[in-house]
């Protein structure tokens, strides 16, 4: 196989537990995202707009709906002769064969797939997060400061700190200590889980880690401080950007909202940093003649005969005459049925509202399935694939999960596959 | 579904001229409904009719079809076997006398190339979802040598256009071209189905009568030597004739029955992808029985409208019974009524336009105003 320079590998195997029932059945990169992307395409076109075209996708949790939609890579340029986009699960080998069990080993696992490319370079990226970012610059910025490693960070707020793994650094960035949330941080650099690896490092490394049985084999716990430990260059990499990360309910109805509410930052419509998609192939949005829609996001297949306000919907949503919708983030072919009122909600793919439900943080009270581990700022979520019973009411913080037995109270009338 | 038929979709029309939507561009490659191209419904349908291998034949003004179509992936035509086949006029040794418009001699080679029995050979002025099973089904147990599809608009659509006269078994009889008066109701839809190797002889016989041209309705026409069968489809069909009609069929889908008919019908028109963002509507959009599409930004007011992908619509603007294609830019204070847009053009702030319904005011593409 001919030599490449660069491999980007994005870790997309996690199972995004604070989701809840969005990722019951899905992996997180997979989840809907911004009406008409998922959140994996975020790290498969920046790998693609900054010219990475081998990317490894490594999927393990829930991979079907994941391996369907990123396919044969095509919808990103990414189905080359001798590149493109390769799904890689875990795999059965003779001897002892293993789940990613972190991921560092989820690499050392791949490693295989790796040497036959034999790339300068390696780039490790997750499938949680909404930016757009320039891989290319960290890259030449490894190059010319002859890095060993390479840490994309984020400057945080101070007080927002102790959340996230800090890099402690010296002189021109050169990291010396990182920190998995700090009580007391000594820096406001917050890995962004974007790394930049000089392959043959790495791969010593990896092997080196997978030997340590008292290892977690991940990558910020493990392998950056052996690294660290060993005298090797590491340097931090700062991104300034719209950066946000969409692992919890409030902050993917947030980052979704960013959409409406700052626009420019995200800056979707910049033709030279295009976010590219699976299409769903579906005819133009319509909105009918009782609709009424106002700062909101819209796509394809979209049929609107009621109001919606401040809310982001994906394909083939249907919001019936005399139906609310407002500060809502609509999945796929969701149907609102006619004097619904939904507030604050995330409903996912297919999911039937009945007429005159009401939804929100304007309903009082608490009902079987408040979910205030999960579920925060008044905002509901529906699993997929349910038809909500007419006239049912539900207070905010509520998760509807179809596999709480909820008796005589349950809101669910039936469930069917989509 | 049925892997034994070949499509073939004429990809211009020497009679029908669009004005200035037609001027830059051959007619199948018109933008139509918000995000397609007229020949996007013509090529899905043969796709979702099975058909793997599909010729289209240009003569001119095929470079924005070229665009548009690319290696055919969005209607999965794009294989190792069959596939999609531009076919630009060429001349061939095989023509008898070259004028440069050596249609036939091109199509030819493609045609003999072909493993299948059965073509179906379409215009491309008509917008309809349908699939070809029922056609070609009819076309057997008829014993007919070919087969025209037709409805029952008469003269509804004007001219040009040809109505069939038939016996009692639904032969062809009669055809006549652009009549003053209609002598039946059954107007040709220009798709037609045959066997691959009678429309090899067919196309042979042609050249060898000095022909170039490739006209579906000249084959029709044979009613007299071979045995013509005619089909109606009664579902949703869109005739586009001229400027008029086309701005009457872009109106006709903003009624639901011909909305759902032509798109919600199960069988997805595909159309080439643009990763557009997804559409923005501000704190101050008014939209009312419009068709919107993908990357457009409504500050506002659009009422019985279609928006292509990528359109802005300013604040304090209202756009009434127009079709805007794709990245128009229409700025604040503006009025616009029964005007369409052609593709990147530009209305400045202030401008008032109003066309009659009757007859639209076109702005060309690229045009400021």
């Known amino acids: 196989m001919a030599k490449t320079d660069v491999v980007a590998m994005i870790l997309a195997g996690g199972q995004g537990a604070r989701l809840g029932v969005l990722t019951k059945t899905v992996a997180k990169p997979a989840v809907p995202f911004g009406s008409r992307y998922r959140i994996i395409d975020f790290p498969l076109s920046n790998c ?43 795999y059965q080998r003779s001897g002892k064969s293993d789940w990613y069990k972190g991921t560092a080993n989820a690499i050392y696992q791949n490693k295989d797939f790796l040497d036959d490319f034999d790339p300068e370079y390696v780039v490790i990226l997750s499938g949680d997060h909404i930016y757009k970012m320039d891989y290319g610059a960290m890259l030449r910025s490894h190059i010319e400061r002859e890095a060993d490693a390479t840490v994309a960070v984020y400057e945080v707020p101070w007080e927002e700190a102790p959340r996230f793994g800090i890099l402690n650094t010296e002189g021109e960035d050169q990291i010396v200590e990182f920190e998995e949330k700090p009580a007391k941080p000594k820096s406001n650099l917050a890995s962004m889980g974007v ?179 999960l579920c925060s700022e008044g905002i509901c979520v529906f699993e997929r694939g349910l038809k909500i019973k007419d006239g049912a009411e539900i207070p905010g913080n509520s998760m509807i999960d179809s596999d709480i037995d909820a008796g005589d109270k349950s809101v669910i009338e039936e469930k069917f596959r989509v | 579904m049925f892997n034994d038929v070949m499509g073939l979709i004429l990809a211009d029309n020497k009679k029908i001229g669009l004005g200035e939507l037609s001027e830059p561009r051959a007619l199948s490659a018109v933008p139509f409904g918000g995000r397609y191209r007229i020949i996007d419904f013509m090529l899905s349908d043969m796709v979702n009719s099975g058909i793997k291998n599909v010729g289209i034949l240009t003569y001119n003004k095929y470079k924005s079809l070229m665009d548009h179509l690319g290696t055919g992936s969005p209607w999965s035509l794009d294989r190792k076997n069959d596939g999609l086949h531009i076919l630009p006029p060429y001349v061939n040794s095989e023509a008898s006398n070259i004028t440069g418009d050596e249609e036939l001699a091109g199509v030819l080679d493609f045609l003999r190339h072909s493993r299948s029995t059965y073509a179906i050979v379409a215009n491309s002025n008509i917008i309809l979802n349908c699939t070809f099973d029922d056609m070609i089904k009819a076309h057997e147990s008829s014993g007919a040598d070919l087969t025209v599809m037709y409805n029952r608009d008469a003269l509804k659509y004007g001219h040009p256009c040809y ?99 032509l798109f919600w019908s199960g069988k997805p028109i595909y159309t080439k992808v643009k990763d557009e963002a997804p559409t923005l509507y501000f704190d101050n959009a008014e939209v009312k029985t419009s068709i919107i599409s993908d990357g457009c930004r409504i500050y ?21 019974n127009c079709v805007v294609m794709q990245d128009v830019h229409i700025s604040e204070n503006c009025h616009l009524e029964n005007v369409i847009l052609d593709k990147n053009s530009f209305v400045r702030p202030g401008v008032r336009l109003i066309g009659h319904p009757d007859y639209p005011v076109v702005i060309g593409k690229g045009a400021g105003i």
């Open chain 2, 163 to 261: 109505i069939l006269e038939t016996d009692d078994k639904g032969f062809v009889k009669d055809m006549l071209y652009n009549p003053q008066k209609a002598t039946s109701n059954k107007t040709s839809l220009g798709i037609i189905c045959l066997r691959r190797d009678m429309l090899i002889d067919i196309i042979s016989r042609q050249m060898s009568h000095g022909q170039t041209h490739f006209g579906l309705h000249s084959m029709v026409k044979m009613f007299d030597e071979i045995k013509v069968y005619a089909y109606e489809y009664a579902g949703t069909a869109l005739r586009i004739n001229s400027v008029q009609t086309y701005f009457n069929a872009s109106m006709s889908l903003l009624k639901d029955e011909t909305r759902n008919d």
């Open chain 1, 195 to 373: 790394y930049c690896f000089t392959w043959k490092v790495l791969r010593e490394a990896l092997v080196r880690d997978e030997a340590d049985p008292e290892s977690n084999n991940d990558f910020g716990k493990n392998i950056i401080p052996m690294l660290l430990n060993g005298g090797k260059k590491l340097f931090a990499y700062r991104f300034a950007g719209y950066w946000k990360d969409v692992g919890t309910i409030s902050s993917l109805w947030e980052t979704n909202m960013d959409i409406l509410d700052k626009p420019e930052d995200i800056n979707l419509v910049d033709r030279s940093w295009r976010i590219y998609s699976r299409n769903p192939v579906k005819p133009s949005q319509f909105i009918g003649e009782s609709g009424k829609v106002t700062n909101s996001a819209l796509t394809d297949g979209c049929r609107i005969f009621g109001e919606v306000n401040h809310s982001v919907l994906s394909e083939s949503v249907i919001v019936e005459k005399g139906a609310v919708v407002k500060d809502c983030v609509l999945l796929p072919g969701v149907v609102v049925k006619e004097g619904a009122r939904l507030e604050r909600c995330i409903v996912d793919f297919g999911t039937i509202i009945g007429k005159d439900v009401k939804a929100g943080p304007k309903i009082e009270g608490e009902g079987p399935y408040t979910n205030h581990k």
């Open chain 1, 48 to 90: 693609v707009n900054s010219g990475i075209e081998r990317v490894g996708v490594l999927s393990q949790y829930q991979p079907l709906a994941l391996n369907t939609y990123v396919g044969n890579g095509h919808p990103w340029d990414l189905d080359r002769n001798n590149a493109g986009a390769y799904i890689l699960p875990p």
């Open chain 2, 300 to 320: 506002g007011d659009i009422d019985h409208s279609i928006i292509f992908r990528s359109a802005t619509i300013s604040k304090n603007t209202t756009v009434k």
